[in-house]
């Protein structure tokens, strides 16, 4: 028999998908994919949500790290591996490395969060800090590798990894036969390549539909034969990736159905509705699938749609900054400047209007030694709870009405 070409799709199967199941069973979380009836409440589709924030690392990651790990001979367990991440690949490996008795050496760059950095250290492997970016780390990480004879762990592009990550869909259609579409959050490729051989060998009438952020379109480019960019500052870095997998790209053309992106706002709405409705944490990349349901409610309405929440590794201030923004875009939290006559009692008489109105006052700054203020003037800038939209305008309106002069505020605008 010929052998297979290196990215052939054809070498991703879905017997190696179950081979691959049965190899980590005990050793992974096979994780929950319940109903989610609040989301599908505001997106219009009967959504059904796969929990893989819940597994030890935070990240669906080590179903693949696991299986490329337990795929390695005696000989190459003892030279040790190497990898580059700045989040759940290192992560996943460190923590099977480490459990396997695997020398594990990740290279990541010096910007990665402290948080992730002593997450992976925590788990037994070595952490070498090189370069600001991924492909600098990788240019060390290639270093090392030939300096130490070290085997490599690739994050997607690794016919071992996409079996791994492809036991998420067996599960999901296993956990859910009737599920009409599965929506996958798409970095470099290997989730959704996995997921897609097995879903579409299992139900061939399934969709499965990746997701980018705008900034990161690089598989929608290999889709559908764009020119793409791919930069900037997302907060879905997990997705962030500027070279695609040759292998994933090419089982995608073949078994994926679709590729949409988000932006940046719909991500965090999707962040904060998994929060504040599902009551779990989903980083930027967790949440895309959820972002795409939300900006095309039109293309997955009545549909039963199984969304992979692939990772919950989100820095706490970064979410509690989402969570503030969110609620000042839903009009809940409404930052205002006030001009006032600097006289005693202003700020009471303010503060009792927005009380009377049940409103609540949580932030207050009083300004009145600028030079952009009048002498005999102040300026107040407040920041209040309302139960809506409808509410904060009201209590704006009752401010005027006594002769305020009110303007709204971004949350976290100051004086100049």
Request: hydrophobic content about 45%; some cysteine.
């Amino acid at each position: 028999m010929t052998p297979l070409a290196a990215n052939d799709p054809e070498q991703v199967t879905l017997d190696k998908i179950r081979d691959a199941a049965a190899l980590i069973k005990g050793a992974v979380l096979e994780t929950p994919c319940l109903p989610a009836p609040r989301l599908s409440q505001i997106t219009g589709a009967e959504v059904f949500v796969k929990y893989e924030n819940m597994q030890v690392t935070g990240a669906f990651k080590e179903r693949g790290a696991l299986v490329k790990l337990a795929s390695l001979t005696e000989a190459e367990k003892t030279r040790g591996v190497v990898a580059v991440s700045a989040g759940n690949h290192a992560q996943g490996v460190a923590y099977h490395a480490g459990r396997l008795g695997i020398p594990a050496t990740i290279v990541m760059p010096v910007l990665t969060p402290f948080v992730k950095i002593a997450a992976t250290r925590g788990y037994g492997a070595e952490v070498v800090l090189a370069g600001n970016t991924l492909a600098e780390a990788k240019a060390e990480a290639d270093r090392l590798a030939a300096e130490r004879n070290l085997v490599w762990v690739h994050p997607y592009d690794d016919v071992h990894v996409i079996h791994g990550q492809g036991t998420i869909g067996l599960e999901m259609l296993a956990q859910q036969p009737d599920l009409d579409i599965l929506v996958v959050p798409v970095g470099g490729g290997g989730l959704i390549a996995g997921i897609a051989t097995a879903a579409k060998a299992i139900k061939p009438s399934v969709e499965v539909i990746g997701v980018e952020t705008t900034l990161y379109p690089g598989m929608w480019g290999a889709f559908y034969g764009k020119e793409v960019r791919c930069e900037g500052a997302t907060i879905a870095e997990g997705i962030a990736v500027r070279d695609i997998g040759l292998l994933t790209t090419e089982v995608v053309r073949k078994r994926v159905d679709d590729i949409l992106l988000v932006s940046e706002s719909s991500i965090e709405q999707a962040i904060n509705a998994y929060l504040t409705l599902q009551r779990t944490i989903a980083e930027g990349a967790g949440a895309a699938g959820l972002a795409a349901l939300l900006t095309n409610r039109e293309r997955f309405a009545g549909k039963r749609v199984g969304l992979v929440l692939c990772g919950g590794n989100i820095d706490p201030r970064l979410l509690s900054k989402i969570v503030v923004r969110e609620l000042a875009r839903d009009g809940r939290l409404v930052s205002i400047r006030i001009d006032t006559p600097d006289r005693p009692g202003v700020l009471g008489e303010i503060a009792t209007v927005i009380g009377d109105m049940q409103g609540n006052v949580v932030d207050v700054e009083h300004h009145r030694l600028f030079l952009n203020v009048p002498a005999k003037g102040a300026t107040l800038d407040v920041t209040f709870e309302a139960f809506d939209r409808p509410h904060g305008e009201r209590i704006i309106a009752a401010l005027r009405e006594r002769g305020y002069g009110v303007r709204y505020l971004e949350i976290g605008e100051r004086m100049d």
